[in-house]
């Protein structure tokens, strides 16, 4: 078992929550339209940051928990790839200015790192008290795998979102974009605008996500703060990422088909973990080093085949995915 001490626990916040400050200063308190150069310095800032805490920590606390943090790192890394998809649905969808795109951005990660803090928290306390947990979860992604294997070309209906729908019914709403407002008075009265739906959207999808996410690092290691860290530092870089690869994101055609793949993979590890422990010993168990080894090469395979599929033929469109059939796709095949 991995022991960190309260000081370690404290730096390693101290340090997240210095580097969100950083991310919410450039987001939100300097609104601007971020350029290539810009959005590729800071993804490579917080994919160093990322790789460098890793060897920190693998040196510290053995190479073993080191995979084990990297392997996560890299799942959860991918799982946001497919979260910018998302995001950028959202994006369109309500015609959020560019200038505002960041502020939105930045509240989404920090909602999320909320949401995925509480997941882990209760997560990990399940998985100590009932081992069946493990099989739970294990189930909970080959669901999600198989769900997201069958939609894998289409995207989410980002109107269907509950929390957009409450929006819209119960609040009042202006029309327009306000000076990066959430809340503006017109004639006298209070009102949410836009921006405020737009971040609710993201904060559903969000949740969604680390439904998701949360049992898919726990599928690569048991510790709770390797599975914090590496939900923390995954996220961290989304702002920057989301402009750098938004013009990128429609050639990779097989990211669903690749993340719904390594979601069955670490599904079927979970159950493996919960029969080998609860069954009997013989049965076998996949490797950390090996858990690696597979999602590294599914991402690779995905994004090569990808890139030589959308360049033979770049009418081709990319999807995120979904875990249901769109309302007007289900009423147009009846």
């Known amino acids: 078992m991995l022991e960190v001490s309260a000081l370690g626990w404290i730096v390693t916040i101290g340090v997240i929550v210095a580097l969100l400050a950083l991310d919410l200063t450039l987001g939100v308190l300097r609104p601007?339209?971020?350029g290539f150069r810009e959005a590729a310095?800071?993804?490579i800032f917080y994919i160093a940051v990322a790789i460098a805490f890793g060897v920190v920590f693998a040196s510290i606390a053995?190479?073993?928990?080191?995979t084990e943090y990297f392997a996560g790192y890299i799942v959860e890394k991918s799982l946001s790839v497919d979260n910018l998809f998302v995001f950028v649905i959202i994006m369109g969808t309500f015609a959020v200015?560019?200038?505002?795109?960041?502020?939105?951005?930045t509240f989404g990660i920090i909602i999320a790192l909320i949401l995925r803090v509480i997941f882990i928290a209760v997560g990990a306390a399940l998985l100590s008290k009932f081992a069946f947990m493990f099989l739970v979860f294990g189930l909970i992604l080959l669901y999600t795998a198989v769900q997201l294997f069958r939609h894998r070309d289409e995207d989410p209906d980002v109107g269907d979102n509950a929390l957009?729908?409450?929006?819209?019914?119960?609040?009042p709403m202006s029309e327009e974009y306000v000076d990066g407002k959430m809340v503006t008075k017109i004639d006298g009265k209070r009102v949410f605008t836009p921006l405020f739906l737009v971040l609710l959207a993201i904060g559903g999808t969000d949740l969604l996500f680390a439904l998701d996410s949360i049992p898919a690092v726990f599928g690569v290691t048991e510790e709770a703060y390797i599975v914090f860290v590496a939900n923390a530092f995954a996220l961290l870089g989304l702002r920057a990422l989301f402009f750098l690869v938004k013009g990128l994101l429609d050639r990779l055609v097989y990211l669903s088909t690749g993340l719904s793949i390594i979601l069955a993979f670490?599904?079927?590890?979970?159950?493996?973990?919960?029969?080998?422990?609860?069954?009997n010993e013989s049965v076998p168990e996949v490797s950390t080093?090996?858990?690696?080894?597979?999602?590294?090469g599914i991402l690779v395979i995905t994004t090569v085949a990808s890139l030589i599929k959308s360049g033979k033929d770049p009418s081709l469109k990319a999807h995120p995915g979904s875990l249901k059939a769109r309302k007007d796709k289900q009423q147009a095949e009846h």
Do not use: N
């Open 97 to 105: 200015p560019e200038r505002y795109q960041q502020e939105v951005l």
């Open 32 to 34: 601007h339209v971020v």
């Open 266 to 279: 670490i599904g079927i590890k979970l159950i493996l973990h919960w029969a080998h422990k609860a069954i």
């Open 164 to 171: 957009v729908k409450a929006g819209r019914r119960f609040l």
């Open 62 to 66: 053995g190479w073993g928990f080191g």
């Open 289 to 296: 080093p090996v858990s690696l080894g597979v999602i590294i």
């Open 41 to 43: 310095g800071w993804s």
